[in-house]
């Protein structure tokens, strides 16, 4: 849930989510959770602060990109002014956080101050901390307590799955005391020096069981921000954003900010160590295929490393030819759509330790493959991954239904995601009345990703591969799968794609932004495609703010709707795309132009969803409720943007 009462610090897979006076505390289920999370397990769940005896007054709450900062005192009433202000700063590298409490006199008579921090790890799973209602049972857990010379570490252990999470501190501690919780209270006397102030540092490390040999931890703010800030720069080297998009270069140039913080560490195909884009925060702070894909497609013609880094990782987590696999959609040759780390899915309580419920990404891989080597012009990764590429195709024929109903498939699975599409909430394929198919489902993009691939793979075939038959096998497939689709899909009185087929071949009628991507991936003949890429800049799709996923007046459609009127930056992005691609260029621009004002008027970023409220009842996007905080798709969308208009 976007919650408003929190702030984030953000790097290398790892977050803090804190509140306005530094603090962490045990929220309720599907808020916000706050403190420190690394690899899926909340490795800080509480940090409050006490002075002399008693909760901070806060003069200025937190706030802060690179470091939090606020500013605190000792509880005083309005005839006794503090004796001391605290200027408190945060900031978080390399999985660790990093306080700094620097302690101002205010009075010429020194006096002591005591200073009190409570702690606890509980290494509770991101997927406990949501709204999901589900108790998952923990048998013969292990939890520890370690005094340090100067701090404390807490432990975890179940099994074969443990993580530390160690807490020192410079000064150390004079006393760590037992709060009769399992949170242990670190203490400190602190009295000023001549000039009147002290400063304390509190670093939190965490130590996941599983997680390569850590860096050694910053050892101040300044350190952590200095790190934080060399990350930003490499992944930025040598990109140019256009002059000609001031706007849009703005936002482009915040999203390659958010990018570089986004990663999260991954292993290539010989266990190669990777930096890949990390879905976003705070749920999805790992690698999702779709997610990852699609980021690295829309920063390729600006950086092209993610795209390679992203293909040797999905590689590397390729579904094998195993009939013993525990995953039923971990069929051979099928790209992961999410892999974690924590607790649950190590013991298979969550389907997500490898997790294959996607039809996309798949062909979004072959998609890449193809326009990493178009835009690089070097063809050594092409044929590094070609036999993953001819896999790859092979689920698509076989195991994704190509070959045998003449489309890409997917159906519910047990504990899984209820659709394989990028709209996968339950109510997400529809028809225009609302009602929902019942087993397996053709959607329209799917459809358009597949033909895009097969082109795509075809080319590296002839091109890299010296192998003209398998070319020309992938050729038509890919011009058969285009004829099949514009005589079953094309819902003739509205002049536009369906949705999507249900199990019996009946068009799903809702009419839905998915038709942007078909523009996108060039699988509708140019006379349909310009027809399609007006429609989306009607008024029933355009808020104003961007093109909703469901065209608005429809029953189905709702303006808080998930999957089914919200507005979604990277939808649009493919859509603006497409819309260049079919030389509707005045469209594409109206797209852009869209987002490049909502982000001047947020801040300069985007929310990962916005309610489909037209343009005329708000003067800014509306926020969805559950959006995301930040994602590596959304961050990449005005670059996006910016190919589509030609800035690029």
């Not at 990703?449 to 082109?455: K, M, Q, T, V, W």
């Not at 909502?598 to 929310?607: D, F, Q, S, V």
Request: proline content about 7%; aromatic content about 8%.
């Amino acid at each position: 849930m976007n919650g408003r009462d929190h702030h984030l610090l953000v790097h290398g897979g790892a977050f803090a989510a804190l509140g306005d006076e530094g603090e962490a505390v045990v929220a309720g289920r599907g808020a916000v959770p706050k403190g420190l999370f690394v690899r899926d397990a909340r490795h800080l769940s509480r940090w409050q602060l006490a002075l002399d005896g008693a909760a901070p007054d806060v003069l200025v709450p937190a706030s802060g990109e690179e470091t939090l900062r606020c500013v605190l005192a000792p509880r005083s009433g309005p005839g006794e002014p503090p004796a001391y202000t605290v200027f408190r700063e945060q900031a978080l590298s390399d999985g660790c956080l990093v306080d700094r409490l620097r302690v101002v006199r205010n009075t010429p008579v020194a006096a002591p101050l005591r200073i009190a921090l409570t702690v606890d790890a509980d290494f509770a799973d991101l997927f406990e901390l949501r709204s999901d209602h589900r108790t998952y049972v923990k048998a013969a857990l292990q939890r520890s307590r370690e005094l340090l010379d100067d701090g404390v570490e807490f432990g975890y252990r179940r099994g074969g799955w443990l993580a530390r999470t160690r807490i020192t501190a410079t000064p150390a501690p004079e006393a760590v005391e037992e709060t009769g919780t399992g949170a242990r209270r670190l203490v400190w006397t602190l009295d000023p020096d001549a000039a009147g102030e002290a400063v304390l540092t509190v670093r939190v490390r965490a130590l996941p069981g599983d997680a390569p040999a850590p860096r050694t931890p910053p050892a101040t703010v300044a350190d952590a921000v200095a790190r934080r800030a060399r990350s930003v720069e490499e992944y930025r080297a040598g990109v140019r954003l256009p002059a000609s998009e001031p706007a849009l270069a703005a936002a482009a140039d915040r999203g390659l900010t958010e990018l570089a913080l986004l990663q999260v560490e991954a292993a290539g195909p010989e266990g190669e160590a990777l930096l890949v884009p990390g879905a976003g925060v705070p749920w999805y702070a790992a690698l999702f295929g779709r997610d990852a894909l699609l980021a690295s497609l829309f920063v390729l013609p600006y950086r092209a490393a993610p795209a390679a880094a992203t293909l040797l990782a999905l590689a590397a987590t390729q579904a094998p030819d195993d009939p013993d696999a525990a995953d039923p959609a971990a069929r051979p040759g099928r790209i992961v759509h999410e892999v974690r780390h924590g607790e649950l899915a190590h013991f298979g309580q969550v389907p997500y330790g490898r997790y294959y419920g996607s039809v996309d990404a798949t062909p979004l891989f072959l998609v890449l493959l193809g326009a990493y080597t178009e835009q690089t012009g070097q063809a050594a990764l092409a044929r590094r991954l070609e036999p993953h590429a001819r896999a790859a195709v092979g689920w698509m024929l076989d195991h994704g239904g190509l070959a045998t109903s003449g489309y890409l498939l997917h159906r519910a699975d047990e504990g899984g995601h209820a659709h394989h599409h990028w709209k996968d909430s339950p109510g997400a394929l529809c028809r225009a009345d609302g009602s929902r198919p019942v087993g397996a489902v053709t959607s329209a993009g799917a459809q358009g990703y597949a033909y895009d691939a097969l082109r795509r793979v075809a080319q590296l075939a002839r091109t890299v591969w010296a192998d003209v038959p398998y070319a020309d096998l992938c050729d038509q497939a890919a011009a058969d799968l285009r004829d099949r689709f514009q005589r079953d899909f094309w819902l003739e009185p509205q002049g536009f794609p369906a949705l999507a087929l249900d199990a019996d071949g009946r068009p799903l009628d809702a009419l839905a932004s998915d038709a942007g991507h078909l523009l996108w991936s060039g699988l509708l003949d140019k006379e349909y495609g310009e027809v399609v890429g007006r429609r989306l800049l009607e008024p029933d799709f355009f808020s104003g703010w961007g093109v909703r996923t469901l065209a608005a007046g429809q029953p189905a459609y709702h303006p808080l709707g998930y999957h089914r009127g919200a507005v979604w930056p990277h939808d649009n992005a493919l859509a603006a795309l497409g819309l260049a691609r079919y030389g509707l260029h005045d469209e594409a621009r109206r797209v852009a132009a869209a987002f490049a004002e909502a982000a001047a008027l947020t801040g300069g970023g985007l929310p990962s969803v916005a309610a489909g409220y037209d343009r005329a009842d708000s003067p800014a996007p509306v926020p969805h409720p559950y959006a995301s905080v930040r994602e590596s798709r959304v961050a990449a969308t005005p670059l996006a943007l910016l190919t589509a208009v030609g800035g690029v």
